[in-house]
């Protein structure tokens, strides 16, 4: 059965970092897709970042481009996402997602195609 944690998330001031991490338990593929994903209150669900393993290709939000940055340990099947700059606008409940392929382009940001959902990290960024 896979199984997505992901933890990391908390109370920072604005400008500060978090690194959030989600780990992969129960994964039988060698190549796959990871995402972040975010909602805010009373907002939609919103594409943060992916990463194809093993070929490595990123891709990022515009809204996170340049502060956040996506990387992964193969070996340990988990992804992380550090976090710097943050914006009291990136406060919201973080989740990963993982797809049994390795996407590249347009198609790592398509949500449908991901089975497998972690429950989430809350992050909030107040002064």
């Known amino acids: 059965q896979v199984q997505l944690v992901e933890s990391g998330g908390g109370i920072v001031r604005p400008g500060e970092s978090l690194r959030l991490s989600c780990v992969a338990s129960g994964f039988p593929f060698s190549r796959y897709s990871m995402i972040w994903v975010r909602q805010a209150p009373g907002k939609g669900l919103e594409w943060v970042s992916g990463i194809n393993i093993p070929g490595d290709y990123t891709e990022y939000g515009d809204a996170v481009k340049g502060r956040f940055t996506i990387s992964s340990d193969n070996a340990k099947n988990t992804v992380f996402l550090q976090m710097d700059a943050l914006k009291p606008e990136d406060s919201a409940v973080y989740s990963c997602?993982?797809?049994?392929?390795?996407?590249?382009?347009?198609?790592?940001?398509?949500?449908?195609?991901?089975?497998?959902w972690g429950q989430g990290t809350q992050v909030t960024v107040s002064s």
């Open positions: 997602a993982a797809a049994p392929r390795a996407y590249n382009g347009a198609a790592i940001r398509c949500q449908f195609r991901y089975d497998y």
